[in-house]
């Protein structure tokens, strides 16, 4: 870990920590090391490399000076002790989940997900013998306690869920997870470090897709699992796994094997990550795109304070608007999690938004069809303005019903607010909602819609 920037803010750790020139001949942009393996300095710093006793680069599957940089930064903005890039933030989800739960047991989920942890969590993870119970009582943490069973693992949330901005109480969750003895997973993909920073309320794995705000170009696909260091896995007795004593983690001096708790105490989780699953599963960011997103991150703040301010503008609009129901957006008055907001979120409720549109199945289609400048399609947190149909799209999988109980309506419409004038933004909007009700185009937006 370098820790040369740590005592700086926000502003000027998302631009600078992580990375020192003079390191790396003195290039100020972080240099791309596309390279697939390091030399050795000589036999003796390939034994130690491999036995761990030195720090150094081996392979880029488990370890590269560019991705190193995006690792080291994204810790330092979470207030993390260490942080490890994947190649998608599906993989960083998943390799925590392995970590926690290898060999079996249950994880205790918030329902308000992702589509594609949902659909994982009750497809794909119970033939490995992990089971999600998905918690009646994520709302209510005095209840949320009984349904914790002897072989859970952890408790799972996001702190703005996708797509319909739920906000949970984090530091309440995570008080009843460490009661129990249980470490609090937080995808944070949506709020990103700017608008959230889950471990100063107690989460003790944050995830993210990298994919979406942190980098917010809409240009790679990428995730990352950080740890707060300060989990008792030992204490906890649910993870006998971290004890476990590796030959690969031997005393030099002794030759006694250790566990990756004796050897890295400040970072057991993603160290553990790292050697075990990234070094066999393989999933490992490439360099090029670990140098986009270092560069996405320097624009950090600028980009969700512009995204807030264009969602809210959006938001209002909305609200007011005759075609439309009902609006999810925290920073709302309306919003049932506007109070946690402001408790909360000091930097805005960031760009994602959902409304429900009023009117038949066929006008909403019209509706979507029609907008020109937003750009329809399955992503968030692009410096472009995106809209899609969650529930008929990434929300797909999950019944009426489901969807009803997770507050995703067939009619909810979801909109990722980009960094373009939100005036040509709800220009657009309105134009489509005139052709959805037939009553023609009052006007048309300036910009056309991008080929493609
Ligand atoms: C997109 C997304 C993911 C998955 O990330 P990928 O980078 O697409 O694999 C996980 N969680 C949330 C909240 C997301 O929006």
Redesign the pocket.
Known sequence: MSTATTAYRFDTQRVRAGYEPKEHNYAVSPPIYQTAAYDFRDVENAKNLFNLSEEGNLYTRIGNPTVAVLEQRVAALDGASAAIALS??????SYTLLNLAEGGGRILTSPY??G??DDSFKKVYPKFGIEFDYAKNIDNPEKLAEEIKPDTKAIYI?SI??PNTVLLDVDAIAKVAHDHGIPLVV?N??ATPYLYRPIEHGADIV??????GLNGHGNL???LILESGKFDWEGSGRFPHFGEKYYTLRDPETEANRSYLEVFPDYPFTTRVRLNYLNYFGAALGPFDAYLAVIGLETLSERLGKQSFNAAAIADYLNAHNSVEWVRYPALRSSPYHDRYKRDFKNGAGGLLAFGFKGTQEERETFLNSVKLLHYHV???DARTLIVNSPQTTHGELTVDEKAAVDIPENLIRISAGLEDVADLIADLEQAFQRAAGTGVGFEPALQRAAG
């Open positions: 998608s933030g599906m993989a960083a989800i997900l992702y594609g942890s996001e869920s996708n995808d993909t949506v995830v993210y897709s990298a994919t979406k696909i990428a995730g992503n968030i947190g």
